[in-house]
Every structure is written in C-alpha cells, then in structure tokens.
C-alpha cells in the first residue's frame, strides 16, 4: 500500500520491538509520523524512555506521552500487585486470556490516539496489535480494529464530517521472527527496544517473563542477533 | 426497563446534574453502582469533588476517580488554554461542534469504564450522553454508543467469552427541562451537582457558559428552583 506524502500518522510506541517496528513501516510508507507513548502506571516503566529513543532515532516529527492511571482500575498482573507469570511454556502463551492482559488497554490506548489525531489532523492510527503470539489478548484481534475504525468514525468531529479513520496494524498477523525480520528490513536498531514486562532496576531484561521469551524466540526463529541486554546469562 | 436485582453496573460521573440523574436512574433500576470520575485536566475540576459527593448521596457501592491527562493532546477549550465562550446564544450553543468539545473524551471515559466493568464483573455501563443539547459533540450521538457497544464486545475478555456489554444512556433523548423534571422525581439533590465550565475558584459558577446557560435553562423550564450557587447574581 502507498499513501500520499503528505499525510500524518498517530503511531502508538510502547518502547517495544513490535512499535518500533510500526514507526519503521509508517515511515516508509511515507507517513508524517507523530509518536505517542502511554504511561499507565505499568511496572515496566523503562519502556517509557525506549519509546522516546526509538521516535528519534526513526524520524518522527515528534513524541507525546499521556498518563492515564490504570492502576486504579487494575485487574492485570501488568498494573497491580500481581506477579507476572515467569518460565511458562510455549504452549500455555497464547492459551486463553493471560493475566498479564490489561482490561480495555487497547481502546483506551487507540482512544487517545484518536483524540491527538483528531487535534492535528491525522487521520491514520499506527498500533502494533498483533493476533498471533498474543492471542490471549481480546483487543489484538481483527475484529477489535475493525470495530474501533467504526467507533472513530461515529465518536469524532472528522468522522461527522464525512472522513473515514484508519487503522493500521501491520503486525496482525506476523509472528515474532516474521516481525524481526521486517524491522531489520525497515532498519530498527533493536538494541533501543525494551520489551520485558519485569525488568531489573536498571532497565536490565528478566529473560523469563512471556515478553521476553517470545522477543528471545523471535530473535533465534529470524537467525538475527539478540541486542537485549539481560538481568542473567541467557541459555543459548 | 427492569433488570435482575444483582447486576453490577459502572456508572460514570462528572459531577454535574446529568450524570447525577443518570446514577440515580441507574439505582432505581437496581443496579450495584461503581461510579467512576474522570479527572482529565479539565479547568472546573471542582467537579470532582461533586462527583464525590453525588457518588456518597445516591448509594452506590464505591467511588474511583481515574486520571488521564488529556491536557497532553489539547484541543480543547476544557483542558487547553483557550477561553472558554460566554454568553453565547441559545441558537448558537449546539450549532457545529463546540470548542469545548474534548477530542475523543468519552472514547477514553467508555473504555476506562469498560476496563472497570471488566475488573469489576459490571457488563452494564451508564453515562449522561445526550443527543439533544449537546448535539455538537459528535461522541454524544446514539451511533457512536452502539459502536461503542461493538467495540466491547470485540475487545474485552467478557465479550470474546460471548458476553454482550450494554451502555445505557438514559438522558439521550431528553432536553435539560426533562432531565431536571427526571432527577427531582429519583430524589436527585442538584444542590451537589455542579456543572459550569469555567467556575470562581471557590467553585462558584460563571453562569455564562454554555454549560451553566444550558443548566438554567433547564431548571426555569421545568418549573424547579436552581440551587445553583452563582458567582454573581442571576437575571431571573
């Protein structure tokens, strides 16, 4: 797909491989690029500061982050005092809605995404959802974005006046070697990434969490280099 | 409407008389209430302390109050530094889509509901949206809450396990007259709502926004004394 030069994108970054890897497919498409970090109160807060690092250093005309305090509605092991589930097998990732979900995380995030869009005319959301390894996750799913390109278009000014909201998620359906191997493609420098749901103090990766095994799984599945730097000694 | 008499409901509360009415119409019906206040940066955050009170009045269960700094996307006369309008006419008010219109607001507010509802077990979700007096806010209209309802649906734990959500907006199709004649029957004491934009800082309203304009308005044709404590006095 190719879009006129001109228009701009809302890119939702996390600070992670798979919203980099967004930004990087935005920018080549030829979007304007405005990045938007969420600080939701989740314990891995280093993210924070890897989104900033990643928006510049893929060229994006500029970065916001919005706080919205999700630790007061809670219910996930990502914003309450909950332990994030360590070493579990391939075969349970994926298998029902794990708890490290965050109840209605993706339409607040895509929400506020379309209020900036709304603000400066970017009528093209960029968000990294992908259905695939976090099958779990209710909001990663087709249906979800469908369902959110039509909420756009009745919830908003724009919409009103006749423009239709995009959505796009160039992940949806990759999985994680497939994802790594396009943001190599498109030029992500992954060692900017933070990806670990429980990292060390120092920013340093667990290696066990469900994001880091699925990082550490795609990186070996695309015979790339793993630039993370971890808490321990990561079996090879 | 009657619905069982142990269903949970969220029931979202700005503090002012619409979404008081619609709390206690939501008590009237039998719901659990969890009420939930947004503090977005907006500049009458004595609203607040309304909601609070309202919450306590009314009898439901609990109180959170949620913060999302929407001052981060601005466009908006409530949470940017715009002034908001005074003494604008009645054919004006409601003509295209106000400056006070907060992009995407009650996108964020539904979907931190719905987080909520999904933590809480609260399919039910209850909000003072009207189509008649605000009908320049285009996330006001009845569309976007039935796309809201599809966007639950489609992106909640509860919906991908077949749940349906409902969002009930009890004040759609009622003008502020109605609304008032509404509260007063449920017991509603507006004398703890506050609804003005741009209050004294002792929380006093101006009287001349859109907001207080529409308030009076409702209170002198429904016949009720205006409990409004006015930073000035009042035409009568």
Sequence with gaps: MTVARVERAIVLLSGGLDSATCLAWARREGFR?????IDYG????VELEAARRVSIALGAQDHRQVAVDLRAIGG??????LDVPKERSASKIGAGVPITYVPARNSVFLSLALGLGEV????DLVAGMNALDYSGYPDCRPEFVRAFEALAKAGTRAGAEGRSWRIHT????????????LGQALGVDFALT??????APDGAACGA???CQLRRKGFLEAGADDPTRYAAPQPS
């Design 170 to 181: 160039p992940l949806m359906a990759l999985d994680k070697a497939a994802i790594v191997r």
């Design 120 to 123: 400066l005319g970017a009528y």
């Design 76 to 81: 996930s092991a990502l914003t309450a005092d």
């Design 33 to 37: 690029c405005h990045t938007l970090a």
């Design 42 to 45: 989740q314990r891995h807060r």
């Design 209 to 211: 969490c469900d994001a």
């Design 194 to 199: 933070h990806s670990c749901y429980d990292p």
